[in-house]
């Protein structure tokens, strides 16, 4: 089924779930070429959530700041191509949502053990705000916080499951978002932790 959340945010509950083992074999292939590691904010703190990233641009922050680039800083290659199925499913979940000819060259992959969480915030890194956000929920469930276009503003709690999809644009592009620390609720499948795959228009 199609959840709405906002004017053109959506879940899309199971979506993912016909092409689970091509995502998760493309994510043990990225992670074997770039490695999981651990970012720091600006303000020199360590995220709870270890990342990589795979496709033409990857995110990084560190003491310069948030931002795209085309190589890896901890092997100096560039990023991996982003996977066959992962770019199929994007293109294919952004249409369902209504953002025809979604093209990502990003896809950051956040790894979150039980614990980890990511506080409110809004992506406004990416070049082309007029491209949707798409997400990939693998393994444990997260509760993902919905807020509005102020910090203060009231957030929505909504549980993301192991192949549910979520796609955002338009006018819920920059909307405050963040999740919640994590349970430890071991995944069948996947373990005792959390994959999320953010497939972006950042160049
Ligand atoms: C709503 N990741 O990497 S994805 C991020 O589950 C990030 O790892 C979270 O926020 C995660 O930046 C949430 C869902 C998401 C992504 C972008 C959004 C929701 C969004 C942009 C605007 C509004
Ligand atoms: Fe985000």
Redesign the pocket.
């Known amino acids: 089924g199609r959840q709405r959340l906002g004017e053109h945010?959506w879940v899309l509950r199971g979506f993912a779930l016909p092409d689970i083992e091509a995502l998760l074999a493309g994510v043990k292939a990225v992670l074997l070429a770039a490695p999981l590691r651990q970012m720091h904010t600006p303000g020199g703190l360590p995220m709870s959530?270890s990342t990589s990233n795979c496709g033409r641009l990857g995110w990084v922050s560190d003491r310069a700041g948030y931002r795209y680039v085309a190589r890896d800083p901890l092997t100096g290659r560039d990023w991996p191509a982003l996977p066959a199925a992962f770019e199929r499913l994007a293109r294919e979940a952004a249409a369902a949502a209504g953002f025809d000819g979604f093209v990502p060259d990003a896809c950051?992959i956040?790894r979150?053990m039980p614990g980890a969480r990511?506080s409110l915030?809004?992506?406004r890194n990416e070049r082309d705000m007029g491209a949707p956000?798409v997400?990939v929920?693998l393994g444990m469930p997260?509760i993902?916080l919905?807020g509005g276009h102020a910090r203060a503003d009231r957030a929505t709690r909504i549980p993301?499951l192991h192949g549910d999809v979520?796609v955002?644009g338009g006018v819920?592009?920059?909307?405050f978002?963040?999740?919640l620390p994590l349970k430890a609720v071991p995944h069948p499948r996947v373990g005792e932790r959390r994959f999320?795959l953010?497939f972006r228009r950042a160049g």
């Open positions: 945010a959530v950051l956040n979150y990511m915030h809004q992506d956000i997400s929920s997260a993902f919905f993301l979520a955002w819920d592009r920059l909307r978002h963040g999740i999320n953010t």
